[in-house]
Every structure is written in C-alpha cells, then in structure tokens.
C-alpha cells in the first residue's frame, strides 16, 4: 500500500519523515516541526490534550448562572458592541437543539475575523448573567461548518495545534494514516508489566487516545503511553544511578572542625534546624569517599548561601579549592561582599572572578588558583574559561543552577586536576516536591531547606484592577517620598519578543516621562549590554535609582534591602514560581514590603494568581504551577529544552509512576543491561527516544 510518495517500495516506516505523508507539503511539515513532529512515529504520539462527548457537553437549555460549563452550538449570530469604556466586545448567539446562549469576548474584536455566521463552536467557560444568560469563553475551538462534533455519541478529540495547522487537520492527517502505520506497532515493554500496571498493549493504546469509543477508553489508551514514559526514565534514572555510584569515586574530605566551627560561632544567627540537616547530608557526602552530586534546594530566602559557605570551609580546612559560580557578574559581587564580611573573623578573603575584571585583577586571580592556596573562588562563568587552572578543586558550587546550560554546569565538574574530580553541589530556588525531585533528578541527591530564617516579615501580596492604576501609583509615590525604591516588572517571554521589549521600553517612557518624572527611573531588560544591565543594577542597589522599569533580568537572587514594591504587569503571562521568584526580590530588609499584580485579567488567570496571592509557601505554589501549567513553566527552557514527559503528569499520574518505578526495578534486577532478546526492542526505544535527557542531568 505505497502512497507513491515514500522513499521505497517496501513500504512505510515508522520513522518515515512526515514529509512523505500524503497530504503533508512543506508548509505543513514546517508547521508539524513547530509540534516536535517529524516523523510518522511521532505523528501518532502526538495525542489529544483534551476529549469532549456527551457527557461533558451541557446541552445550551439546561446552563445554569454561576455554573462553568462546555458547550457546542452553530453562530446564528454575531457582532461587536463597544461598551461605555472603550473597550470592544465580540459578541455570538449560538444555537444547539435546545435553545440559544450569548457568548461574549471582552476586548477581541479581532474574533469578527476568524468566526462567521453557521460555523460550529466548541465553548468552555463560566455563566454568568448579564442582560439573561451570558457565556464567557475561556477557551474556544471552531470546529467549522457543519461539524456535529460530537453528535451521535462519538467523543471530539482535540489536538494541540499550531499556526497554520488547526487541531481539524492534525485529526484529518492522524485518521487518514493510523490504519497504514498501526501494524509497525510492534509492543516493547514484557506484557506482565502491562498486565501489573493494568494498561493495554501499545497498538490498542494508540487506537483508543486517536479513535476513542468513549472517554473512558480514551483516558485508558493515554494510561499506557503514560506508564511507558514513567517507565523509560525510570529505567534510565536506576541505570544512571548505579553507573554512577559505581563510577563516583571521589574526594574524601575529613572533618577537623577548624574553619567550620569558627564560623559556627561568629555568625551573627543561629542555623535553622534545616540549614542544619542539609549541612549535615553535605558533610557526610563530602568525607565520603564517593563523589558528591547533591542538589540544595530550598524557597528564596531560605538561606542556602550560609550551608554552601560551610561546604567551601570544609574543603578548605583539608588544604583543597572551592569555586562558586553563579548567573551574573552583580550576584558574584553580592556573594563576593557576603563572604567577606562573613570570612572577615577567620581572616580568610574570598577572590572574586568576573570577566569584567581587570586584566591586572585577573592575572592576580589566576595566579591563586593556580597556586594551590586552598581559596574560596566566587565568580561568573569566568570561572570555567579556559585560562583560568585550579590548582586543587575540591568542591564546584553552582547556584542558581537552572539559569546555566548543561555543559556550562558539567564544565565546573571538570575543572580541577584529573585524577581527582571535585565534589559537585548545584543550588536552586525553584522548589520541586520531593518526590518529582526524585523524578527529575534521578542521580544526585537531594536536601531540601523547608524552613525560612526567623524574623521575616511576609511579603503582603495583593491583586489590583486596571482601574486601581492611578492609586496604585500614588502607592509607589509614597513609598518613594519615604525613601523607599520600587521594581516594575514586565513579562518578556523570550528575549527576541520585540513585542513586549517595546511594551517594556514604552511603559518606561511613560513613568520616566510622566507620572514619575520627577524620580529617578532606570529601565533593565536583556537585550542591553551585559555591562550596561550590571550598571544599572548597582545603581539601583547603591540607591541611586528610584523605580526600576525591568523585565524578568532580575529574578535570579538580587538582594537590595531598600526596595519594598514589586510592580508586576501583565501577571497573568507568568508561571507561579516566576512570580514567587519576584516577590522574593523584596521583602529583604526591615521594612514591610508589597508585591502588587496590576491589570485586568480573566477568571480563569485570576483563579490561578489568587493561589500565589493566598501563599507565601514556594512548594504549595511550584505545586499548583505544576498541575495548572505541567512542567514546562516550572524550569527555565535551557534545563527543558526537551521534556522528559510529554503525555505523563508527575503530580496528577504518581500512582502509574509508583508502578512503573517497580516495573522499573524488576526489569533491571532480571536484566540489568536490557540486552536480552525479549529485552532488544525496549532497550533501543530507550536510547533513540531519550537519547538526550540521558545527558542533561549529568554532572561532571
Ligand atoms: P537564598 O536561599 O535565597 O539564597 P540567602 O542565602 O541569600 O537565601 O539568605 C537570605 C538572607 O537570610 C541573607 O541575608 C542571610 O544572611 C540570611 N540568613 C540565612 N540564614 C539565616 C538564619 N539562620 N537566621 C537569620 N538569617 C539568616
Ligand atoms: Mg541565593
């Protein structure tokens, strides 16, 4: 059954690129690229992020104000109507079997376009009454002209799509092909894991999510494809773990209590009972003679400068080098200044390494680390540029680890001489539940700083509406006449967004020009010179700027005590843990500080941010995120780039993934290299399907 566009006669493949799919021309293969399809394989596991049918469709008679409800209906009509603000709504009467609803889009006028009178509509959203029963879609899919969608019982899957390529075609393009390729689907994982797990086989999998009967077969098609990915990794991860266990022989550092427990005494606080426990695991892995990989992770403020510091003591007090790299050339200088006064009593002085520093300044650096004088090295990734030699690393910190790339990370690792590599301890605040750390980060180790230092004040969070703006500002006002400096922050998703770099420049314009003309306001974001940005942040933490116009540059840890509002706009485009990084950047000094969320958003955001407003807990936020948003919010792009679960959710799915991490452990207990024949097709579905995220958690 040749298409005549395959590359052979003998058939298709699985991994047959998508361009010679019948139906398939460049535009859409450029399209399926965008979705990470490009070939046949891929197509068929790129399943349905949603399923509507009878049952979750509310008939239009039966919708009840107040309730949240999904309907499907034909245009019977549709318009804009200007209301008495300004603001332009797009209005739609639909029409099912049982009666009519208004649909209503405030501000998107633009939707006059793209929906025209008889097209079909799938709605999601809450009732509200306005003027009789009123629709406010949350979400809305148009399934064109004369679609039933899911009349006659059958279930609507809806894919996610992509400009130029409408969930429609992706369903058009899956059923034209799913026959032809189904039989290439040969099952992989033993068929007693299936059983135990209680999930079918993979081409009944892939019939039920693309042609379900019902949603609950659909829902059991998605269990499996599910329970093969908690599967993969975690195969990958206790493989990874054992080699490395085996492989990790390390420093053995002893602990002589000499540098530590002067420190100990002339800090101007007591250790949490957390800064405690994790200083602890730290030690212990240190005089171990295992290599350590360990993972510190604890909420902003919780104090994991103090534990590193102490880990850079031990290394020292046995005569070895410890480094600290960290994001920014400004966070160097901060540790840089934090290390100095905290060393002072002990006469030690750390060495600042940056690549601004003076070529003077840099030889002098260079020459101390290769001297093999035990030092504490803070710097920028200055630190792992060819020129600079450690003499005798003994431990590489890296903080703020998921603002570096993999390789950037591993370079640190590597430094040192070769017959001994450095202990290795990452720091983030991005906060992780323990057991999805577990999850991600299958070979290190973990300690968490569950508790935050006493004698904080909680930062008073509040949501305010566009109408507030004026108040709002004479807020900041105040704030400034008492002394006080203040962040604006704008959302930038990616840095060549020249969308929202205008956004930014012009909303900087607008305070420095008008409202607050006569304050000093300085605008960030990071397209400018990295010397440029640095500046400016020093000005401001030198109190030098009042208000401080930014993108989301300042997230990683900048502490300036003096700053007591942050300014967020457009809050419903940040992730939670983006915005509790924020709130993080104040709160730091004596006074009470505020994070205020400015702007009109919809319900649906305004129930996602009112979880961060209740909150002050980074773990219950990170948590929410993660069920709202799935993962992909939680880290930066550059740990991410390539999802380890796209189909599985870690929080929502952790019983599957209790049972494929058994499955997991039998598989390897029988067969601890998966190279027995039963074992083959598993074993090289493993290595093409993630031959990447084998790397990115290594260390070293
Ligand atoms: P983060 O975990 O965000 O990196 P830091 O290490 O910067 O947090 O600590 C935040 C602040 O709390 C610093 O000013 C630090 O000196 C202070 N701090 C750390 N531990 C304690 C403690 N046990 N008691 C009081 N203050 C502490
Ligand atoms: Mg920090």
Known sequence: MSTGRERTASGPFLDTAVTYLTGVGPARADALRRLGIFTARDLFFHIPHRYEDASTITPIARLRIGSDATVIGTVVSKGIIPTRKGLRVFQAVLQDSSGLIEASWPGQPFLDRTIKKDDVLLLTGPVRFFHGRQLVPREHINLGVGESGTGGGRVLAVYPATDGLSFRQIRALIEKHLDQYLPLFKEYIPVALLAAANVPSIGEALVSVHRPTSLADAYRGRSRLAYEEFLFVHLLQLRTKSLAREARVGLQFSNRRDLTSKLKQSLPFELTSAQMRATREIVADMCSDRRMHRLLQ??????????????????????????????????????????????????????????????????AAANRLASAEPVLAVGTHALVQEGTQFAKLGLAIIDEQHRFGVEQRNMLGKKGNSESRPDVLLMSATPIPRSLALTLYGDLDVSVLDERPPGRLPVTTARRPEQAREKVYEFVEMQIAAGRQVYVVLPLIDESDKVALRAATKAFEELSGGRFAHRRVALLHGRQAAEDKDDTMRRFRDGAIDLLVATTVIEVGIDVANATIMLIEHPERFGLSQLHQLRGRVGRGAEESFCILLGDVSPESAERLDIFVATDDGFAIAEADLRLRGMGDLFGERQHGEAMFKIADPVRDAELGEVARDGAEQLLAADPMLMSRDHKPLHDILHRRYARALELFRVG
């Open 298 to 363: 604890g909420d902003v403020g919780s104090g994991k400068t103090v534990v590193a510091l102490f880990a850079a003591l031990l290394a020292m007090e046995n005569g070895y080098q410890a480094a600290m790299m960290v994001p920014t050339e400004l966070l160097a200088e901060q540790h840089a200044r934090t290390f100095t006064t905290m060393l002072a009593p002990l006469g030690i002085s750390p060495l600042l390494l940056t690549g601004t520093l003076s070529a003077k300044a840099r030889k």
